[in-house]
């Protein structure tokens, strides 16, 4: 499986990025696609995920009301739909996906098999 991750770039505060993440290879509509992201001098976090092919969505509180994850199995991609940005939401932004990974996991990167490479997102003040 690979992830392409794509749809970042500089932003003033407040304004909306969408990013997209469209994997290759692997039966995408039942596995788990997460975002997360890594900010300067900082650990990668867990920004939000799509549990397999549930519905179910889960967020970082940081981001609750301001950033949406959507996906579209039959273009194999995932969407990080983010608005109300904020300084602090600077980063570069992965998606890794996994078939294997529990609900109760999902925020756990180790948990992800599968990373794309990346994508710099820049909200300036």
């Known amino acids: 499986v690979q992830l392409q991750a794509s749809g970042g770039g500089l932003v003033q505060t407040g304004a909306s990025l969408r990013l997209s993440c469209t994997a290759s290879?692997?039966?995408?509509?039942?596995?788990?696609m997460g975002w997360f992201r890594r900010a300067p001098g900082k650990e990668r976090e867990f920004v939000a995920a799509?549990?397999?092919?549930?519905?179910?969505?889960v967020y970082h509180d940081s981001v609750k009301g301001r950033f949406t994850i959507s996906r579209d199995n039959a273009k194999k991609t995932v969407y990080l739909q983010m608005n109300s940005l904020k300084p602090e939401d600077t980063a570069v932004y992965f998606c890794?996906?996994?078939?294997?990974?529990?609900?109760?996991?999902?925020?756990?990167?180790?948990?992800?098999?599968?990373w794309g490479q990346g994508t710099q997102v820049t909200v300036s003040s």
């Open positions: 799509s549990f397999r092919n549930s519905g179910t969505t």
């Open positions: 290879g692997g039966t995408f509509s039942g596995w788990t």
């Open positions: 890794a996906t996994s078939n294997r990974i529990i609900y109760s996991s999902l925020g756990n990167q180790n948990q992800y098999h599968y």
